[in-house]
């Protein structure tokens, strides 16, 4: 496969568009994840990941606010782990019968 050149977007294609919200129907989603199923990406051109990283680059990511982080916080620390002896998972009621609390060592 051949990837083709990199072209920044214009003007005309930023504008916003008029189908912004249009609802789409369950057989149209069919259709659009089967023509997306089984499409791999990768490895990457040089080129590619060139352009990628130049349009990352001076992008700086938004610092939470200390409120947010406690509430992030708190969420978590009521989240407990279960295991079913092969199975680690994180929840706030145990998942199912046969589940037990606690977590096992070496699996993720």
């Given amino acids: 496969m051949v990837r083709k ?15 912004k919200g249009h609802v789409v129907s369950e057989e149209t989603r069919k259709k659009m994840s089967l023509a997306k199923k089984g499409k791999k990406l990768g490895p990457f051109s040089d080129e ?20 947010h982080i406690k509430h992030l916080s708190e969420c978590k620390r009521a989240m407990l782990w279960w295991n079913n002896g092969t199975i680690n998972k ?18 993720k």
């Fill in 5 to 19: 050149k990199y072209v920044p977007f214009t003007e005309e294609q930023n504008k916003p568009k008029k189908r």
């Fill in 48 to 67: 590619w990941r060139l352009h990628m990283s130049q349009g990352k680059m001076g992008k700086k990511r938004k610092k939470f606010t200390e409120e």
């Fill in 90 to 107: 994180r929840s706030r009621e145990c998942p199912g019968e046969g589940w037990f609390r606690g977590q096992l060592r070496g699996l």
